[in-house]
């Protein structure tokens, strides 16, 4: 009797209602929209001002910036690249299994990366200057590995930290 009020229960609850789980998927997504507004919005509001600390058009400021985001860290304090790096770490660090959070992590530098190619596309018109500037000179390669060794630092970090936890919970 108890089994048979479970299961209608169950079929009334699911019938004509779509159920997502957003455990898993809506970390992911959240910390990907993060990344995302928070890594060049922490970089704008830092550049587009001069040093006398009045407003710039973004039509008047460097236009490499966008696809060379290192050459930012030390104007902005190094904040964008803590950012990569503590939500790569955190992405990690939540998952049960760590290649999850690790291969998150590594996802995020070509979503960053065409997020540049869109802001530039947006900001200045659709030309080819990003990709020269992505690839076609070392900075671009540099600006790659840079984020490819935050992500993947961040990564690794949350899963020691975690492994680090659990051993030390079960002595």
Request: glycine share 8%.
């Given at each position: 009797m108890k089994a048979e009020k479970q299961?209608?229960?169950n079929t009334v609850n699911e019938k004509?209602?779509?159920?997502?789980?957003?455990?898993?998927?809506?970390g992911v997504i959240f910390a990907y929209i993060v990344v995302l507004l928070g890594y060049y919005g922490i970089i704008a509001n830092t550049m587009l001002y001069d040093s006398y600390g009045?407003?710039?058009s973004f039509v008047d400021m460097d236009r490499t910036i966008l696809?060379?985001?290192?050459?930012?860290?030390?104007?902005?304090?190094?904040?964008?690249?803590?950012?990569?790096?503590?939500?790569c770490f955190l992405l990690t660090y939540k998952e049960d299994i760590p290649q999850y959070g690790i291969k998150?992590?590594?996802?995020?530098v070509p979503i960053l990366a065409a997020e540049g190619f869109i802001f530039y596309a947006i900001m200045f018109g659709f030309t080819v200057e990003p990709l020269?500037?992505?690839?076609?000179t070392?900075?671009?390669?540099?600006?790659?590995?840079?984020?490819?060794?935050l992500a993947i630092s961040g990564a690794v970090s949350g899963m020691k930290l975690k492994q680090f936890?659990?051993?030390?919970?079960?002595?």
């Open positions: 299961i209608e229960s004509g209602f779509v159920k997502i789980d957003w455990g898993r998927q809506g009045h407003w710039i696809s060379w985001t290192y050459t930012t860290y030390l104007n902005s304090y190094f904040l964008p690249a803590l950012l990569l790096f503590g939500v998150a992590s590594i996802w995020l020269i500037l992505r690839f076609g070392i900075e671009g390669y540099v600006d790659l590995i840079i984020l490819f060794a936890k659990t051993k030390t919970k079960s002595v």
